[in-house]
Antibody
Framework: EEQLVESGGGLIQPGGSQRLSCAAS????????MSWVRQAPGKGLEWVSA???????DYADSVKGRFTISRDTSKNILFLQMNSLRAEDTAVYYC?????????????WGQGTLVTVSS | EIVLTQSPGTLSLSPGERATLSCGAS???????LAWYQQKPGQAPRRLIF???IRAPGIPDRFSGGGSGTDFTLTISRLEPEDFAVYYC?????????FGQGTRLEIK
């Protein structure tokens, strides 16, 4: 079964850092395009970042320069390194598989991990 | 970036009724690259429709998508109790990909 499981969320102080992980099973993250999508409490969905099968990356303007997406092909894990965190970064962070093309729908989602930025 | 506006914000209907949800785009969506997702409380979104009208595997045929250009719809022909949830549209024809603000479908 193809599955994604996130971890690494928690309570972080403003200005702090956190690394999220997303373990994939049933497929290889290096062979697919992958993304992070977030959802602030009670709000809608916001695309955050993507890493493509060729290793290139892309970021939303709201996180550019602060967040870094990467992957460990040996462990089949996707990461999101988040630095200089702000209160407005508080959200459930989902990793999601992009179904076919670089710009495409998301066909598999993890269960999400909650990041709370607060003092 | 393309802004998606979903209407209505909340739709109150009874099981067995037909639901029509709308998604309007600020610019034409290239190749009709529009998807619909269902999200229940505490759960991740689930892909229902992509390419504006292609039903994802395992999705019941009471769900159908339509439209083109800047106006898209998701129709649920006969509501089942498990269909009451929040629905989001997403355009992926232009970067960055963007989502609508959601339509809450609630039991009347």
């Amino acid at each position: 079964e193809e599955q994604l499981v996130e971890s690494g969320g928690g309570l972080i102080q403003p200005g702090g850092s956190q690394r999220l992980s997303c373990a994939a099973s049933g497929f290889t993250v290096s062979g697919k395009h992958m993304s992070w999508v977030r959802q602030a409490p009670g709000k809608g969905l916001e695309w955050v970042s993507a890493i493509y099968s060729d290793g290139s990356t892309d970021y939303a303007d709201s996180v550019k320069g602060r967040f870094t997406i990467s992957r460990d092909t040996s462990k089949n894990i996707l990461f999101l390194q988040m630095n200089s965190l702000r209160a407005e970064d508080t959200a459930v962070y989902y990793c999601a598989r992009i179904q076919y093309l670089r710009n495409d729908a998301f066909d598999i989602w993890g269960q999400g991990t909650l990041v709370t930025v607060s003092s | 970036e393309i802004v998606l506006t979903q209407s209505p914000g909340t739709l109150s209907l009874s099981p067995g009724e037909r639901a029509t949800l709308s998604c309007g785009a600020s610019q034409s969506v290239s190749n009709n690259y529009l998807a619909w997702y269902q999200q229940k409380p505490g759960q991740a979104p689930r892909r229902l429709i992509f390419g504006a009208s292609i039903r994802a595997p395992g999705i019941p045929d009471r769900f159908s998508g339509g439209g083109s250009g800047t106006d898209f719809t998701l129709t649920i022909s006969r509501l089942e109790p498990e269909d009451f949830a929040v629905y989001y549209c997403q355009q992926y024809g232009s970067s960055p990909t963007t989502f609508g603000q959601g339509t809450r479908l609630e039991i009347k």
